[in-house]
């Protein structure tokens, strides 16, 4: 069965790092498209960034240069290094999985059960 599980949020001072990891179980990572999204209270889920197969990214333009996605498929581990956080970054965010790119929303087969993000001071 598949599986997907984050760790690594927590709280974080503006300006701060994490780093998520999402642990994949049931299925290898190698032809997939992986992704992180995150949602905050009242708003619509939103793609922070992806990679395919092949090592092709896309980033949210508020993220850019400032998250990095990667992927260890030997390990079946994603992670998502966040760097100079906000507090209108404060989310639970998720990791993702498609066998499609672009990576939409709607095209995500597996979805982890998100861990929480707060920036605050």
């Known amino acids: 069965q598949a599986q997907l599980v984050e760790s690594g949020g927590g709280l974080v001072q503006p300006g701060g790092s994490l780093r998520l990891s999402c642990a994949v179980s049931?299925?290898?990572?190698?032809?997939?498209?992986i992704g992180w999204f995150r949602q905050a209270p009242g708003k619509e889920r939103e793609i922070v960034a992806g990679?395919?197969?092949?090592?092709?990214?896309y980033y949210s333009d508020s993220v850019k240069g400032r998250f990095t996605i990667s992927r260890d498929n030997d390990k079946y581990t994603i992670f998502l290094q966040m760097n100079n956080l906000k507090p209108e970054e404060t989310a639970v965010y998720y990791c993702?999985?498609?066998?499609?790119?672009?990576?939409?929303?709607?095209?995500?087969?597996?979805w982890g059960q998100g861990t929480q993000v707060t920036v605050s001071s």
């Open positions: 993702a999985v498609s066998n499609r790119w672009p990576l939409l929303k709607s095209s995500v087969g597996f």
């Open positions: 049931g299925f290898t990572l190698d032809y997939y498209a």
């Open positions: 990679t395919t197969s092949g090592g092709t990214t």
